[in-house]
């Protein structure tokens, strides 16, 4: 079992849907949580991080966070054809400070 | 402006030359990371930095080396490149506890 699981997609949703990207991990030490953008050829991005139970929101984006059942997602609403990419997932890990470990990405396409 | 910068973008080099990836950053960060990452793929944590005179080997094993002699530059070196180090090379800086960390914009090599 990987340590940080995203289904690697793709994701497909219409241009103005809510797209729901999911994420699972196995440390249950892990305390806090990221999201990373990353178009194709280019480098990770932090849109969004979290670090307690619930929902954190930033403009359209929302990251959920259920540390009971080790589950954190993301949330885009009103998507557009540029958040087309692939979203990482990443968890830091218990008893080794500020590394992350990171999941394999879910590749979204917004169609227009 | 702070940034995190990484030379060369791209390199194509024969097999058994030594190279050097660059990565210096103006954030401010003590610590500093270098993952690889193949097309698709997640990324794998090779070396990390606490600061001057830290490195340390992250997860992946890798053939490569790094140093850290100023707090601003964290270069990587391969002494006899080979076709299995074809990849993405990226760096990344985050604040010495901070969690948050920030990616430069990579470096492609291919190794024929």
């Known amino acids: 079992q990987k340590e940080v699981e995203q289904n690697s997609g793709p994701l497909s949703v219409p241009e103005g849907a809510i797209a729901s990207l999911n994420c699972t991990y196995s440390d249950r030490g892990s305390q806090s949580f990221f999201w990373y953008r990353q178009y194709s050829g280019k480098s990770p991005e932090l849109i969004m991080f979290i670090y307690s139970n619930g929902d954190k929101e930033d403009g359209r984006f929302t990251a959920q966070l259920n540390k009971a059942s080790q589950y954190v997602s993301l949330l885009i609403r009103d998507s557009q054809p540029s958040d087309s990419a692939t979203y990482l997932c990443?968890?830091?890990?218990?008893?080794?400070?500020?590394?992350?470990?990171f999941g394999g990405g879910t590749r979204l396409m917004v169609k227009p | 402006e702070a940034d995190i910068y990484q030379t060369p973008r791209y390199l194509v080099i024969g097999t058994g030359k030594k190279i050097t990836l660059e990565c210096s950053q103006t954030?401010?960060?003590?610590?500093m990371y270098w993952y690889q990452q193949d097309p698709g793929m997640e990324l794998h944590l090779i070396h990390y930095s606490y600061g001057v005179n830290s490195t340390e080997k992250g997860d992946l094993s890798s053939e490569s080396t790094v140093s850290r002699i100023r707090t601003e530059h964290f270069p990587l070196t391969l002494e006899s490149a080979r076709p299995s180090h074809t990849s993405q090379y990226l760096c990344?800086?985050?604040?010495?506890?901070?969690?948050?960390?920030?990616f430069g914009p990579g470096t492609r090599l291919t190794v024929l």
């Open positions: 990443a968890v830091t890990r218990n008893n080794a400070g500020n590394m992350l470990t």
């Open positions: 954030m401010g960060h003590d610590k």
């Open positions: 990344a800086s985050s604040e010495l506890w901070g969690l948050r960390q920030f």
